[in-house]
């Protein structure tokens, strides 16, 4: 009988162990210009409400790359990146008797793998990066590189690069510097732009090949005529999306907003959106974005 009452008090204690788990209670909105809640767990879903930066959200589940949280008695989805969540762990049930002899396995903390570097890269910033003290958007910002500074890359993890430009050292967003520098020729030097020819003009490319993380953008549509629109927003549907000064791929690059930034709508042509965005700073931005990289709604 003794025995018996072990073998069901061990028992006991095993099952209780196995059912800790460890969940997300809440979690903190980290984006400056705010996060656009979802109905699904999709970029192109229908967007509910933007929440403000800095609010704390309930947290529901995980899924994928997106949280289903609680938002003013709202439930839908939020991009996990831009979530701090609050990770707590349910409390183990005591054993009432002898406790169980099986140790108890403490869950696997998930990482971010590092991607090395083969050789050094040299590269330049497209426009002034901050450096920050470790890989999270939070974290202390510990110095400034300008625009166009060549910095080599040390190593990668995700959407951040390990940098050093002279004695600055920190990680920057992949998404500030450009691709690696190309080492200059006898016969042409660096940066040198090529004279144009005085008979029939070039085509340009319609692929950017010097922005591999920002998607396709359509050919150039700068003939087309522009339809004024009113009380239209418009939110980033994609990681990175360009700002450009005019309705072209080949036109300067004004800024790059990150996913679920959010603007005003000014305009559309066939292809392309006239916008104005307002940094947090109080910057105001007006330019192109593909109708591609954005999703809308009426305000």
Request: hydrophobic share 30%; with cysteine.
């Amino acid at each position: 009988m003794k025995s018996w009452k072990k073998f069901c008090v061990t028992t006991l204690g095993t099952l209780s162990i196995l059912g800790t788990t460890v969940f997300a209670a809440t979690g903190i909105v980290n984006a400056p210009s705010g996060l656009v809640l979802r109905q699904e767990a999709s970029t192109s879903a229908t967007p509910l409400a933007t929440v403000p930066d800095k609010t704390e959200v309930n947290i529901l589940e995980e899924n994928g790359e997106w949280y289903k949280v609680t938002y003013n008695n709202q439930e839908g989805y939020l991009f996990k990146e831009y979530v701090n969540a609050n990770e707590t762990e349910e409390p183990e049930t005591p054993a009432t008797e002898e406790p169980t002899e099986e140790p108890v396995q403490e869950p696997e903390t998930s990482t971010t793998t590092e991607t090395p570097i083969e050789g050094v890269q040299n590269v330049q910033t497209k426009s002034q990066v901050k450096v920050y003290a470790i890989p999270v958007i939070t974290s202390t910002v510990i110095n400034e590189i300008q625009a166009n500074v060549e910095v080599t890359i040390e190593k990668q993890i995700t959407n951040w690069s390990y940098i050093s430009a002279g004695e600055i050292k920190g990680w920057v967003r992949t998404y500030g510097i450009q691709n690696p520098v190309q080492e200059p020729t006898q016969e042409q030097p660096i940066e040198q732009p090529e004279t144009p020819e005085t008979e029939e003009p070039v085509e340009e490319p319609t692929q950017e090949p010097e922005e591999p993380e920002t998607p396709n953008e359509p050919a150039d549509n700068t003939s087309s005529s522009e339809t004024p629109l009113t009380d239209i927003k418009g939110f980033v549907a994609v990681d990175y999306a360009n700002v450009r000064k005019e309705a072209s791929t080949s036109s300067e690059i004004v800024t790059t907003l990150t996913r679920d930034t959010s603007f005003e709508v000014l305009a559309e042509t066939a292809e392309w959106y006239k916008i104005r965005y307002t940094s947090p700073d109080e910057v105001v931005y007006e330019g192109y974005m593909s109708k591609e990289l954005v999703t809308t709604r009426n305000n």
